[in-house]
Each structure stands twice: as C-alpha cells, then as structure tokens.
C-alpha cells in the first residue's frame, strides 16, 4: 500500500506585503522623492516615470535636476 507524496501546492505567499513601503531619496525633503530612474514634478511637463508633490527641499544633491533655477526649492508653486 503505497501513500501518495504529498504535494507541495501549500507554497505560502504570505510575507511580502510589509515590504512595499515606499523608499525617499534622501537628497530631498520636504515630501517622499521617491528613488527612481527619473522622477519629475507632479503637474510639470517631466516624462517621468516616477513624479514627485512639491514643494521639495534639496538637501542633498539634486541628482533628479528637480530644481530647474536652483534655489534649493523644487517642484515649488510658480510665483
Ligand atoms: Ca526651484
């Protein structure tokens, strides 16, 4: 009398949920730059792919070139 083997189909998916918190390029602050190939300004005409809600403070280096008359503010509302 032989016992089936028993299938390995319980594989558990659980786990990864915790893990899709959003990581904030530390070059800014202000609000969540998020680390990404390119990220542009929310509502500007940046191709993306990722955006970012200014008004942003460069506390870093402004590697995502967000502040375009480089007063150390970006994505700031128009005057
Ligand atoms: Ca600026």
Do not use: F, T
Not at 16 to 21: P, R, V, Y
Not at 40 to 48: E, M, P
């Amino acid at each position: 009398m032989h016992r089936l083997p028993a299938l390995a189909l319980a594989v558990l998916l659980s786990g990864s949920a915790a893990a899709m918190a959003q990581e904030c390029d530390p070059n800014y602050q202000g609000a969540c730059v998020p680390v990404a190939s390119d990220v542009d300004c929310a509502g500007g005409n940046g191709n993306g792919p990722a955006y970012v809600q200014g008004p942003v403070y460069i506390v870093g280096e402004d590697i995502y070139e967000l502040d375009r008359d480089g007063d150390g503010v970006a994505c700031e509302k128009k005057k």
